[in-house]
C-alpha cells in the first residue's frame, strides 16, 4: 500500500464557536483560528475583552456577551447567530474555572456550587444548544477544555478535579454517539498554562497566583491553542479524541504516607 503525506482541512472553511474567549486558552484559541481566516465566535461574560479581538480581526469575529450557566441565554444566542457565522462547525466548549484549593472539609459550598454550574452543567448547555445542528448538518466537532485534573488527584483538588472528570467521560460519551455523524469529538487536558486560571481560583490574589508559576516554564494559551488547532483541522477522517499535555518541568508526586498519622 503506498503511504500518502496526512492532509490538513483549510482553516478558512471553518466558524468556530468559543465559550470562554476572553482570556487565557480560549482568546489564544480565538487569535489562532481567526489569524488562520476561519470565523470566530467569541463568547464570555466580560463582552469589554471580546472588543479587543474584534478589534484585531474585523469582520472575522462575532462577539457576545455570554453566561453559559444560563441554558435559555445560550440557545437564544445561538439561535441568533447572524449571516455567515450561524453555520458553524466547531465548538469549543471552554469556559472554566476553579474556585479554592482547601482540603475537601474546608471549602466553601458556593465555590462548590460555581464550579459545578460553570464547568459541568455550563458545557453541557453549550452542548444542547449547538450540538443538534452540528449533527443536523452532518459536519462539526466538539471540542472540550479538560485537564489533567481529571485524571490525577492532588490535594485540594477535590470539587474541580470531580468537574474535570465529568467533562473527560462525558466527550468520550458524547464521540460514542456522534462517530459516524460527521461530528468529532475532543477532549483537551492541559496541566499548568498561566492564564488567569490562578488569579480566579485564588480569589484575585495575583500574589498566591503568581507563586504557582514561579521558577518553572508553564504552557501558555497559544501552546493549547495549537492542539486545539491541529485537532480540528487534520483530515476529517481522524478523530483526535484525547490531547494530554503537560508542562516540561511539571511531573507527579509519588504516593504520600502520612507517617505517625491516624
Ligand atoms: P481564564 O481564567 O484565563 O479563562 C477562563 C474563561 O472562562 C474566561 O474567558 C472567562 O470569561 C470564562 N468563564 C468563566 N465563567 C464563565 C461563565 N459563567 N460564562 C461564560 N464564560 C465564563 O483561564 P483558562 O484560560 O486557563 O481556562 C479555560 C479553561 O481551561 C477552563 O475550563 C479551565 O478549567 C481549563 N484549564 C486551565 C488550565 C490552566 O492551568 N490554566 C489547565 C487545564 C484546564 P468571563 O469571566 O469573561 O466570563
Ligand atoms: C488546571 C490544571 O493542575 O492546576 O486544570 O488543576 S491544575
Not at 448538518?137 to 466538539?142: D, F
Request: glycine share 12%; charged share 20%; with cysteine.
Amino acid at each position: 500500500m503506498t503511504q500518502s503525506a496526512p492532509t490538513f482541512l483549510d482553516p478558512r472553511t471553518l466558524t468556530v464557536l468559543i465559550t470562554g474567549a476572553s482570556s487565557g486558552i480560549g482568546a489564544a484559541t480565538a487569535r489562532r483560528f481567526a489569524s488562520a481566516g476561519a470565523r470566530v465566535i467569541a463568547l464570555a461574560r466580560r463582552k469589554d475583552r471580546l472588543e479587543a479581538l474584534k478589534a484585531e480581526f474585523g469582520d472575522l469575529i462575532h462577539t457576545a456577551e455570554l453566561d453559559v450557566r444560563d441554558l435559555e441565554a445560550t440557545r437564544a444566542l445561538v439561535a441568533g447567530l447572524p449571516e455567515g457565522f450561524s453555520r458553524f462547525n466547531v465548538v469549543f466548549a471552554n469556559a472554566g474555572l476553579a474556585m479554592g484549593l482547601e482540603p475537601t472539609w474546608e471549602a466553601r459550598d458556593e465555590d462548590w456550587a460555581t464550579m459545578v454550574d460553570t464547568n459541568i452543567r455550563g458545557m453541557l448547555n453549550t452542548v444542547a444548544a449547538t450540538l443538534p445542528q452540528m449533527v443536523g448538518q452532518g459536519e462539526g466537532h466538539l471540542v472540550f477544555t479538560g485537564s489533567v485534573a481529571g485524571d490525577y488527584p492532588y490535594p485540594g483538588g477535590n470539587v474541580y478535579g470531580g468537574t474535570k472528570a465529568f467533562v473527560k467521560q462525558f466527550a468520550l460519551n458524547v464521540w460514542a454517539d456522534t462517530a459516524g455523524t460527521g461530528v468529532r469529538v475532543t477532549n483537551i487536558e492541559p496541566g499548568m498554562v498561566e492564564t488567569e486560571f490562578s488569579v480566579v481560583r485564588f480569589r484575585g490574589d495575583a500574589g498566591a497566583a503568581g507563586n504557582v508559576y514561579a521558577d518553572m516554564a508553564p504552557m501558555t494559551g497559544a501552546d493549547i491553542a495549537e492542539q486545539v488547532f491541529f485537532a480540528c483541522t487534520v483530515a476529517r477522517h481522524v478523530n483526535i479524541t484525547r490531547i494530554q499535555a503537560m508542562a516540561g518541568q511539571q511531573g507527579f508526586s509519588p504516593f504520600s504516607v502520612k507517617r505517625g498519622q491516624r
